[in-house]
């Protein structure tokens, strides 16, 4: 059972968008905290620190977390993704990013990478969702600038090109 | 803001957490999903020296049926709970209820024996515990004890729970042959409710549970009212809640609320009864 002391720092190792990382915490640091100032990764932006704002928002073993809500030392051995995997490869964005983009989903940007790791988590275990699902995980995120409008057909227009390249694969393999 | 300094202790068995608690008594918290808890740390309402972190002791995420109870570990997150294929079965009001706590990103997290544990008086798991007759199973080195939810919760964010104790599960009655309504009203969908009503529709008469409103959740049993009976009941029942004025709303929207949704959840759970 190892107890790590509060004024020391502890070494924290997992896995970071596909690669292994390493940093050293105090037991108080938060995740968020860790993968800026740490990791320098600060894609992840931090708002509110209670948890309200999800502008914070990774996913850790696949599911969606607010960084702000979790502690370096808890994840630990995880799998942990943020806004900075999203893209394929340098200079190329996602599809959905790529729908953000078209359709003025972001105005500041401050919300955003949040939102992304939630809508992208959503759309792998709902490629269809109607319009009332996606308002209500959107509720767990604020923004500011856009009237959530823009967002919305951003994401609806990125579940229908998803659905339909995952169709074409399908018949691919046929 | 950040939290305060505090040893972090990953335990790996329940007797190892156990221990640890029995040690440092009132200067430990226990952590599993970290929803609430973790809120208060940044904030620094909670300022423990030591924080015993749950969620790797294995087995401690099941959800199981035991004599007619389901079962919930104190590792059961609520993303898990509400999954589960057989909650709309077994716990309707649960299914109903669950939707409505946070967001899909904290729930994702949060755990449903956290829930009760840090007592928050909106909160929709301690109202369908106290609803349901639920309990609360504790455990510390010493012994193991079960209390009822209604004796557990003692008030605001207080519970019956000694500093070496920790919340082991919590049970949930399977009562079949009821129907169930519910309803909240907050500012936004998954903020704190500004008042919640669970009702449940049996063969003797109906109950009816408020959260949002006192300090913490409260159950009235009735026969089967109607008409301006039922009116005169819901009334008196929110003016008995001792509603208070704040920020988010007046009292006496709140007592408008109790009688409103609290008909509206009773009709509900009628229509729904086997």
Sequence with gaps: MPRLTATQRHVVRFR?????????????MQLADFLRHELGATGT????????????????????????????????GCDVRTVEGLAPEQGRLSILQAAFRRHHGLQCGFCTPGILMSL???????????????????????????????????AMEAAAMLASATQQEDHAHV | MKPAAFDY????????????????????????????????????????????????????DRISEER????????????????????AAKLPLVALALPWTGHEQTRSRGTICGSVAHADPSAETPLCLIAL?????????????????????????????QDDEMIEAVSFPIRAGSGYGFREVARRHGDFAIAACAA??????????????ADKPEARDWPDLDGSALDDALNAFAYELDARDDIHATARYRRDLVRQIGREVIMEARRCRA
């Design chain 1, 16 to 28: 970071l968008n596909g690669r292994s990382v390493e940093g050293t915490a105090e037991p108080r």
């Design chain 1, 45 to 76: 932006h931090v708002g509110c620190e209670h948890g309200v704002c999800g502008a914070c928002t990774v996913t850790v073993d696949g599911m969606l977390a607010r960084s702000c809500l979790t502690l370096a030392v808890q994840v630990d």
């Design chain 1, 120 to 154: 992208d988590r959503y759309l792998r275990s709902n490629p269809s969702p109607t319009e009332g699902q996606l308002r209500e995980l959107l509720s767990g995120h604020l923004c500011r600038c856009t009237g959530y409008t823009p967002i919305i057909r951003a």
């Design chain 2, 9 to 60: 202790v990953r335990a790996d068995t329940f007797d190892e957490a156990l221990a640890t608690l029995a040690a440092e008594g009132g200067d430990a918290r226990v952590i599993a999903g970290g929803q609430s808890l973790m809120a208060m740390l940044n904030m620094r309402l909670a300022r423990p020296k030591v924080l015993v972190d749950i969620m790797r002791i294995g087995d401690l």
């Design chain 2, 68 to 87: 007619g109870r389901i079962v919930v570990g104190a590792g059961v997150r609520q993303a898990k709970l509400l999954a589960w294929s057989e909650l």
């Design chain 2, 133 to 161: 007759d639920g309990e609360v199973h504790l455990r510390s080195a010493r012994r193991q004890r079960v209390v009822a939810a209604k004796d557990y919760i003692t008030g605001m964010m207080s519970t019956a729970r």
């Design chain 2, 200 to 213: 449940i529709a049996g063969a003797n008469g109906i109950r009816l549970a408020v959260a949002g409103v």
